[in-house]
């Protein structure tokens, strides 16, 4: 007997859920709020993000190496292939990003041209040039993270 009480309790409580999740998504569907269409532009966002940290983490491993070629004694003219290519590869990550990040680009921008000046004069601050630009990504990389 008690078995088909709690049988009973059961059946009923799953009803009860059912009609409870009904009302629910009845309710919200006449807010005018289409899920599918929020899901999509989530998505959209999602995927947005994954391909501009994607292209952040190729560049920052494109400085590595390239930090680790001027540290072993590397010219400018060994290296301006490489430079050519990472400010494509920066640029593409911010391009078409939102205003702010555009300002970023700019910036960083800035820092890659400091950073060629040094390698062609051939001085110590290539180094620090681009640890500022390795710095920046972190920067901005963790900026972006805390304002999501």
């Given at each position: 007997?008690?078995?088909?009480?709690?049988?009973?309790?059961?059946?009923?409580?799953?009803?009860?859920?059912?009609?409870?999740?009904?009302?629910?998504?009845?309710?919200?569907?006449?807010?005018?709020?289409?899920?599918e269409q929020q899901l999509g532009e989530q998505y959209?966002?999602?995927?947005?993000?994954?391909?501009?940290?994607?292209?952040?983490?190729?560049?920052?491993?494109?400085?590595?190496?390239?930090?680790?070629?001027?540290?072993?004694?590397?010219?400018?003219?060994?290296?301006?292939?490489?430079?050519?290519?990472?400010?494509?590869?920066?640029?593409?990550?911010?391009?078409?990003?939102?205003?702010?990040?555009?300002?970023?680009?700019?910036?960083?921008?800035?820092?890659?041209?400091?950073?060629?000046?040094?390698?062609?004069?051939?001085?110590?601050?290539?180094?620090?040039?681009?640890?500022?630009?390795?710095?920046?990504?972190?920067?901005?990389?963790?900026?972006?993270?805390?304002?999501?």
């Amino acid at each position: 007997m008690k078995n088909s009480t709690n049988t009973f309790f059961t059946v009923v409580a799953v009803v009860l859920s059912v009609i409870a999740l009904a009302l629910a998504w009845s309710a919200y569907n006449r807010s005018g709020v289409d899920l599918e269409q929020q899901l999509g532009e989530q998505y959209q966002t999602f995927e947005e993000r994954a391909v501009y940290q994607m292209q952040v983490l190729e560049a920052k491993a494109k400085i590595a190496t390239l930090r680790a070629r001027i540290v072993a004694g590397a010219t400018y003219e060994e290296v301006e292939e490489d430079m050519a290519e990472l400010n494509v590869e920066i640029e593409q990550a911010y391009v078409n990003a939102k205003f702010e990040t555009q300002q970023k680009w700019t910036e960083m921008n800035q820092e890659l041209q400091d950073l060629e000046t040094a390698l062609r004069d051939n001085t110590a601050d290539a180094i620090n040039a681009l640890d500022r630009v390795l710095e920046r990504f972190e920067t901005d990389v963790r900026y972006d993270e805390a304002s999501e």
